[in-house]
């Protein structure tokens, strides 16, 4: 079996293309804007996928074999009896081939009632379709769970809590990843604390099974007026890295759900789409170096200003950060978000993932300081494809620890290198 999609690089995909958005034009401007494939492309045409092999796109293809959506649990526990064997089988005999096909749409937000039969669902892909990974996505923690009561008939995570549900998912579904989307921006005060709370249940699965994590933000909004800026993008996009994300998946391209996604239902471009190539364009010039580490813990610093985040009880949020090769990593008024992270190759090299966090409405951003103490004399910052200022004490402390400091943007993210 060969996998198409490469596993090894910092992956940006985008979902929805319409069909009034496949020409060629079309085609480049979503190369332009630093998009690596297109999720749920339906029923592509082999012009359409001729013209992502020539510049370089992917694609996730839906309609290929049965699709399935959880909703709102109401056919929990049935996918079954409504996709049996035969239909897959089916559907590969009807298969023709293309190299822009990386990964098969399975479904959407199952139930755990449906984990046993996708784990079989799984292997029958494997057998038929050798080239693409399946490709399958879960619920967020705001789904509804079950209930130890007569009057609750629909429940859509199918457990009595999300982490039971991505318990279960690990065990039963044979993926080398976990996807899910979350979108904070339409959830008010709540939404933060959600948010992290689902990023370390589903990381803390991915690295205790050495899945990769794959995560789906918005790029759109719920109402008319809702116009996502760079930054909201941006911190998104950095908490996702903070805890180890290897795919970000915008939602939405062409319109899919919602409003003001990067194209309108006329193929035409949004505001957004600039934004959008800005984002991008940052997270892959240091994509690169990102790729080099994997993520092992990830550290919640500060939170004053956000009681949620603050007295959430799983979520821990520390003053500063004490890892070992770092001590007392904070910024002062600031709430910083910090994947900790080693060299795959050499776990003898750190690297620090900081996203600062503070202002994640980006109501009135600001720059902070992030200082930190360390041993190493060898200390390198990357933001995007720029190495950044980095200030260092001249002399270490009696206990040979040096201190650094750096600028860093609201909503923005810096690599730092120790060695």
Known sequence: ???????????????????????????????????????????????????????????????????????????????????PTGKYVEAAAKFIDHPAIWMIDIGDE???????????????????????????????????????????????????????????YVEKVPLPYISYDFYVYPMGDAGPAMMYDNFRIVADACRNTGRDFWFIPQCNGRNEGDLTTVNQMLFQAYCALAYGAVVINWACWSPGWWCNNILDAQGNRSVQYDKLRVVNEELHRFGERYMDFRNVNTHLIGFDSLPSVKDHPSLRVKKALDCGFVRGLRAEGASLAVGEMVD????????????????????????????????????????????????????????????????????????????
């Open 1 to 83: 079996m060969i996998d198409r999609i490469d596993r090894n690089k910092l992956l940006i995909g985008a979902y929805n293309l319409s069909e009034c958005a496949r020409t060629e034009a079309h085609v480049r401007d979503i190369k332009k804007c630093g998009v690596d494939m297109i999720v749920c492309l339906r029923t592509p045409l082999k012009e359409t996928l001729d013209l992502f092999q020539k510049y370089g796109l992917g694609s996730i293809a839906s309609g290929i074999v049965p699709g399935w959506w959880g909703g709102d649990g109401e056919r929990a526990g049935k996918l079954g009896e409504i996709n």
């Open 110 to 168: 199952p139930s755990a009632l449906d984990f046993d039969r996708y784990g079989e669902v799984v292997q029958i892909m494997r057998g038929l379709f050798p080239n693409q990974l399946p490709y399958l996505n879960l619920y967020p923690n705001y789904a509804s769970v079950a209930e130890n009561s007569d009057s609750q008939t629909l429940n859509q995570l199918g457990t009595v809590n999300y982490e039971e549900h991505i318990k279960e």
């Open 344 to 419: 795959r190759s050499d776990p003898s090299r750190h690297a620090l993932l900081i996203a600062n966090v503070t202002d994640y409405m980006d109501s009135a951003p600001a720059k902070h300081t992030v200082r930190f103490r360390s041993l190493s004399d060898d200390v390198r910052i990357l933001y995007g494809a720029k190495a950044g200022t980095i200030s260092v004490s001249p002399v270490p402390d009696s206990n040979g620890l040096r201190e650094y400091s750096f600028e860093l943007d609201n909503c923005g993210g810096a690599l730092v290198e120790i060695k």
